[in-house]
């Protein structure tokens, strides 16, 4: 391979579960399920308080289009549907489901019939799954695409942020999903090639499906180098196929697809055995927790009592991330639910919670060479603070995938991700009022031309 | 469980602080510093205590009297001092010293707002300063320890005379000049501590010596080459002084080029200035430079596209 890669952090690998084969934890008394697990529309619910619900039956259908329908992961009753708070502050429905302990599957199981590319979407659409990478964006509105178009598609096992292996594990214990998930997508969508990302932070991974993909046609297994963050999709489409997703742009716009390998997994086991996306390896991990380790999670359980399976806390926690810690998001309490796209529980003892302190940025230039994205966060940090929405335009703080590769190695610490977030809502004002200005000025000139068209009739007339 | 800590990812941060740059700076100075004890005496030792101590007053007490917060503990104050010192015959009156960190910390660094503010070097600017306020002791050598000589006249006043000097006395540093210049050697493991740490990378070093290197090889032959590069505050300026984060281009490309203009300021100084020495004027002169090289060598982002 003669690319490039892009830039990148060294960050700490703190893999401690990769060799945990993830356990089964018992259903939990209850679950809030919350209708918001994806990006796009929330699902709306198709049960109402007493129903009798099964492991695997619809609780919810997909709102929209960008949605993706809801299956309950315990047998039980539903309690109420409920108003919860989501993490960014909003709010969202929540189906609470008291569990009956016995994980009676759903009668109503049954392999899909796929036979061509729509009948596959519509499968990948009825599994209910969603980008279990960490975006949780609906994979068959991301799949339907013309097969004609797919030169490359990447099955993302980079797994680079730290501490998790839920899908180390899952390209180990469930290779043979993953594999059947490939003969999918090369069945339907025709790639010229299939790329399988891993980090070479795991080397049986990537011997492993090495060898089970060695009789499969124009799939290859590319190490990566173990340089975060390589399971970006922008990254992990340049560092394996040398392609450069435009701005504004899909990566179907230069002929790829990137697909986690948790999401494939979820997909193929679907399509061969009816069972939607009801549970989730989830790694649990970080100083405070007692017994690190992978678990199979039914979805909506409570990061508490995940971790008192885990065997509680060794210290008290002062702060709990729902995935990993360079683009996870901290919750306020242990009640959070498990969600689609949760990939680990972290929770942090006092030393690793305690906020950095800020110090004047001395130009170090680390966050522009550490930037896989060749962004500039320390100008734009400055053209936030002076309020020059303009410049933010210029310096594409719109690109910003938020990796945290600038926060992270800056050594005045400065909180750059944050910045660029909330520089991202300063140039969308700046542009929405950009676009009034444009459009009131064309309203203005349309509206002055009509007058003197109107004005040369009458001359006309009065000739 | 409730009242965690929330905040805004990443969770993690690297173990490097402003403070950790700092001592590591000042560890890989510790070379050039023990280099010039051995080579004039106890008295440099004296010099670098005056202007590390004075540099740690002056920022300090501006601070406190600005009631701004206080940055000491970062260490950059101690790194000017020392710089500074190092920068400074042997034989510098202790008044004068004190002078020249004010200098570097007041007027350089904290007028224009302090660490990362500053558009010039301040051990630079100072020396700079002194060297047209104080033009006798600031020229005026010290013989070194282990030389026959009464006084040190410069390798590069000798080159310029036409005189021929041992490579091996310069590559040692056993000639004349300021404290901490003369030996590349000291000055070289320190620069390869700090690239290897990751403090700098080696575009400005490079650039700026092989500029002086090609340009002197040019004029007068290899051995001539060799000495411009060893003599005078070439690898001082060089690995020290033209990496400063905050008075030089951030971007690789834009360090090549300050470099390499650094390099060629310095032998047009050097070959035809009125000065044996260009390498700090080249520094202060490509400072003000800075920000438009950085604004030519502004990163592209990927996939970006012109609106």
């Known amino acids: 391979m003669s690319i490039k890669l892009l830039h990148g952090a060294h960050v700490p690998h703190r893999k401690n579960t990769a060799d945990l084969a993830p356990k089964r934890m018992p259903a939990p008394a209850v679950v809030t399920v919350p209708m918001s697990m994806n990006i796009g529309a929330p699902a709306k619910p198709v049960v109402k308080p007493g129903d009798e619900v099964k492991v695997g039956q619809l609780i919810a259908e997909a709102g929209g289009f960008v949605s993706s329908p809801v299956y309950s992961g315990v047998s039980g009753k539903v309690k109420k549907i409920d108003e919860i708070l989501l993490f960014h502050g909003g709010t969202c429905q929540a189906i609470v489901i008291e569990s009956d302990g016995e994980q009676t599957p759903y009668e109503g199981i049954a392999a899909p019939t796929v036979t061509d590319l729509d009948s596959f979407i519509e499968a990948v659409r009825n599994s209910g799954v969603v980008g279990l990478g960490g975006a949780g964006f609906p994979t068959a509105v991301k799949l339907k695409v013309e097969p004609a178009k797919v030169d490359y598609i990447c099955v993302n096992g980079a797994e680079c942020e730290p501490y998790i292996t839920a899908d180390t594990r899952t390209m180990l214990d469930d290779s043979e999903l993953l594999v059947d998930g490939i003969k999918l997508l090369q069945k339907y969508l025709q790639p010229g090639k299939v790329y399988i990302g891993i980090e070479d932070n795991k080397p049986n991974c990537i011997s492993k499906l090495r060898d089970m993909t060695k009789d499969l ?52 086991r679907y399509v061969k055995t009816g069972m939607p996306l ?28 995940v971790v008192d399976f885990c065997g509680g806390f060794r210290s008290e926690p002062k702060k709990i991330i729902l995935g990993g810690p360079m683009m996870g998001v901290s919750v306020p309490n242990t009640d959070a639910p498990v969600v689609k796209n949760t990939g680990a529980i972290l929770a942090l003892d006092a030393k690793d919670a305690a906020p950095p302190v800020t110090t004047a940025c001395i130009k170090c230039g680390r966050c522009v060479s550490h930037c896989p994205l060749n962004l500039m966060p320390a100008a734009i940090e400055t053209a936030y603070q002076l309020k020059k929405p303009e410049v933010l335009k210029e310096l594409k703080v719109n690109l910003c995938m938020e990796c945290g590769c600038c926060s992270f190695v800056c050594p005045a610490k400065r909180p750059l991700v944050q910045v660029n977030k909330l520089a991202k809502g300063e140039l969308n004002k700046y542009n929405a009022k950009l676009k009034a200005e444009a459009e009131k000025k064309a309203a203005k000139e349309a509206a002055k031309q009509e007058a003197a068209k109107q004005e040369a009739a009458k001359k006309e007339a009065t000739v | 469980m409730d009242n965690m800590i929330v905040s805004v990812s990443p969770h993690i941060r690297s173990n490097d602080t402003t403070t950790t740059i700092m001592r590591d700076v000042l560890l890989a100075l510790c070379p050039a510093l023990i280099a010039s004890v051995v080579i004039f005496g106890a008295r440099a030792l004296l010099v670098a205590v005056v202007c590390v101590a004075a540099c740690v007053f002056f920022e300090w007490g501006f601070e406190k009297m600005c009631k701004r917060p206080n940055t000491i503990t970062d260490l950059s104050a101690a790194v000017t001092g020392l710089i500074l010192a190092l920068n400074l015959p042997v034989g510098i009156p202790i008044w ?26 301040p051990a630079i600017t100072a020396r700079i300063v002194m060297l047209i306020a104080f033009a006798g002791p600031m020229t005026t050598w010290a013989a070194p320890n282990f030389a026959d000589a009464v006084s040190g006249a410069t390798p590069l006043a000798q080159l310029g005379a036409g005189e021929s000097v041992s490579l091996a006395s310069l590559f040692l540093g056993n000639v004349g000049g300021s404290m901490g210049e003369t030996s590349a050697l000291a000055l070289l493991l320190g620069g390869i501590y700090l690239i290897v740490r990751k403090v700098i990378s080696w575009h400005t070093p490079v650039a700026f010596i092989g500029t002086v ?13 060799v000495a411009e590069i060893f003599a005078g505050g070439l690898f001082l300026g060089a690995i020290f002084m033209a990496t400063d984060y905050s008075t030089t281009p951030s971007t690789k490309s834009g360090q090549l080029i300050f470099g390499i203009g650094c390099g060629l300021i310095t032998c047009l100084i050097r070959f035809f200035g009125n000065y044996p020495e260009g390498v700090s004027f080249s520094i202060l002169l490509m400072n003000i430079l800075t920000p438009y090289i950085s604004k030519w060598t502004a990163s592209k982002p990927l996939g970006g596209v012109d609106a």
Do not use: W
């Open chain 1, 278 to 305: 009801v549970e989730k390896y989830v790694t649990v991990d970080g100083s405070a927790i007692a017994n690190p380790q992978n678990v199979i999670v039914p979805i909506g359980t409570s990061v508490k009592d």
């Open chain 2, 96 to 121: 004068q010293a004190i002078f020249g960190s004010l200098v570097a910390i007041v007027v350089v660094k904290q007028l224009f707002g302090g660490i990362g503010h500053n558009f010039a070097n």
């Open chain 1, 217 to 268: 046609k124009d799939v290859e297994v590319a190490a990566l180098p173990a340089l975060y963050p390589q399971g970006g999709e922008k990254v992990m489409i340049h560092n394996t196929t040398g392609r450069i997703v435009p701005e504004g742009g899909l990566p179907i716009d230069v002929g790829c697809v990137v697909i986690n390998t948790s999401t494939l997994v979820t997909i193929a």
């Open chain 2, 213 to 225: 290197f090609v340009l002197a090889l040019i004029k007068g032959g290899l051995t001539f080459g």
